[in-house]
C-alpha cells in the first residue's frame, strides 16, 4: 500500500491536508519507519501524483498495519473494567455513527467509565476520527449540543490530552453516506438525523411516481430543507426535478446546502437575510421563516409538491405553506408529524380539515414511537 514519508515534525499538518483531501487511509496506522521518518497511508483516491504540496516527501510502498481491531467494544470495555459493569451497571450502552464522528448520549452512570468507553469504541472503530458526548437538543433550530471527547490523529487522545490538540482537530464537520451520496454537514450546526433515511427514500420514491404520473419534471419546494437530504438524491435523478425551492431559517445550513445540491455547488449568492435568491433560474434559495414565503407573490401557486418537515409544528404551520402550492390540479404533500399516540387515528380527518381535501387522498404511516406518548407519523397528501 502506498504511504507518504514523511519527517515526524510533519506528521500533523500532513495528516490535516490528506484529510481534508479526502486521501487518508483511516483503517491503517499512521506509524515509524526504519528511516526515523512516519509512514501515513494513502487511499485509493489519492492521485498518483500529489500536488505540490507535498513536493520532496516521498510516496513509499509498505505493508498496511491495521488499526488495533477487537471483537467488539463490549468485549473490550469488559476487558478494561470487568465482568458484569456493562450488563448490571451501564444504561446507555449504544451510539450512532455520522460519518467519521461517533456519538454517545450523555448518561451521568457512564461519566467514570468514560475512558473505557473511549478506549473500546475507538480502538473497535478505527475509521471514527472524532468521539463526542451528546447532552441533548439546544435552541430553536434544536441542534445536538456536542463535546468531543477523543480525537483519533496519528494515536488516541483523550482526557488532558485533549488541551494540547489544535481546535481544528474538534471540527464536527463529516461526509455521511446515504443512499449513495455524500452529505456534508456539522452536527454541532445544523440538524440531521440518518434515522430519517428510509423516510426520505419514501418520499422520492413518491414523487418519481408523481413526475411519471405527470409525464413531466415536478416543481418541487422543501421550505424545511436542512443540508437538502431529501431534495439531493432527486437531482440526481433525470428530469425528475424542474424548479426547486429549497429554504431553511437556520444560517449555518447554508454552506452544506451549497455543497450537498449539485446545481449549487460552483454557485455562490449573496443572501440578504429574510430572503429568496434565484441563483440559477428556477432555483430558489433561502433563508427565512417557511411561512413567510407565500408572502412572495411570485412563490404562490407555482408548486407541485411539497414537502413538511419540522414535525414538532407541522400541523399548526401547515395553512401558511399551502398557498405555495398549485391552486388546482394534481399535487403531493409529504409531511411528517409528531403527535400523541391516541390521536393518530384522527389525524386524516384533522388534515382533511386544514387542506381541504377527502380523507381517501390522505396516507397516514406511522414511523417510530417519538418518546413516551407520542409517535412519528408521516403522510401524503395526493390530489
Ligand atoms: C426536522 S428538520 C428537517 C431538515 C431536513 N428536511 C431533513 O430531512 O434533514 C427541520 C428544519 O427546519 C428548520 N426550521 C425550523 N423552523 C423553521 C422555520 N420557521 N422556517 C424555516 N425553517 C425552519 C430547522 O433549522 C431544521 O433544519
Redesign the pocket.
Known amino acids: 500500500m502506498r504511504h507518504l514519508s514523511v519527517p515526524s515534525s510533519m506528521t500533523q499538518q500532513t495528516i490535516d491536508i490528506l484529510r481534508e483531501s479526502g486521501w487518508l487511509d483511516t483503517e491503517h496506522r499512521v506509524r515509524p519507519y526504519d528511516d526515523g521518518h512516519i509512514l501515513i497511508p494513502l487511499n485509493d483516491n489519492a492521485p498518483s501524483e500529489l500536488p505540490p504540496t507535498f513536493v520532496n516527501l516521498p510516496i513509499i510502498d509498505a505493508k498496511p498495519v491495521l488499526w488495533k481491531s477487537r471483537e467488539s467494544w463490549q468485549s473490550r470495555f469488559t476487558e478494561l473494567v470487568g465482568e458484569g459493569v456493562l450488563e448490571n451497571v451501564i444504561i446507555t450502552k449504544s451510539h450512532e455513527i455520522l460519518g467519521d464522528l461517533l456519538i454517545q448520549r450523555y448518561d451521568e452512570v457512564n461519566e467514570q467509565y468514560l475512558s473505557a468507553f473511549i478506549q473500546s469504541k475507538m480502538e473497535t472503530h478505527p475509521r471514527i476520527r472524532l468521539m463526542l458526548i451528546d447532552h441533548g437538543v439546544k435552541g430553536e433550530?434544536r441542534i445536538r449540543d456536542l463535546q468531543p471527547i477523543a480525537v483519533r490523529t496519528d494515536r488516541l487522545v483523550w482526557g488532558e490530552g485533549l488541551m494540547d490538540l489544535e481546535s481544528n482537530l474538534f471540527d464536527p464537520t463529516t461526509d455521511v453516506p446515504e443512499n449513495g451520496l455524500r452529505l456534508r454537514l456539522d452536527p454541532s450546526r445544523?440538524?440531521?438525523?440518518s434515522k430519517?433515511q428510509y423516510e426520505?427514500q419514501n418520499t422520492m420514491n413518491e414523487l418519481s411516481q408523481f413526475s411519471a404520473e405527470l409525464g413531466r419534471p415536478i416543481n418541487v419546494c422543501?421550505?424545511?430543507?436542512?443540508v437538502g437530504?431529501?431534495i439531493a438524491p432527486m437531482l440526481r435523478e433525470e428530469g425528475l426535478v424542474g424548479e426547486l425551492l429549497v429554504?431553511?431559517?437556520?444560517p449555518d445550513?447554508l454552506p452544506f446546502l451549497f455543497h450537498n445540491l449539485k446545481p449549487l455547488r460552483e454557485l455562490k449568492p449573496n443572501f440578504t437575510p429574510n430572503n429568496l435568491v434565484e441563483p440559477t433560474p428556477g432555483l430558489f434559495v433561502g433563508c427565512m421563516?417557511?411561512?413567510q414565503i407565500s408572502t412572495k407573490a411570485d412563490q404562490c401557486g407555482r408548486w407541485d409538491a411539497l414537502l413538511v418537515?419540522?414535525?414538532h409544528q407541522t400541523l399548526s404551520l401547515l395553512p401558511a405553506l399551502l398557498p405555495l402550492l398549485r391552486p388546482e390540479g394534481p399535487m403531493r404533500i409529504c409531511g411528517w408529524t409528531i403527535i400523541p399516540e391516541s390521536e393518530v387515528n384522527e389525524l386524516p380527518d384533522k388534515l382533511s380539515k386544514i387542506i381541504d381535501c377527502n380523507v381517501e387522498d390522505i396516507e397516514v404511516r406511522v414511523r417510530k414511537q417519538f418518546n413516551a406518548t407520542d409517535m412519528l407519523t408521516a403522510f401524503i397528501v395526493r390530489r
Open positions: 433550530f445544523v440538524y440531521f438525523s430519517l426520505r422543501d421550505p424545511f430543507c436542512g437530504p431529501a429554504n431553511d431559517l437556520n445550513c421563516d417557511a411561512t418537515n419540522l414535525p
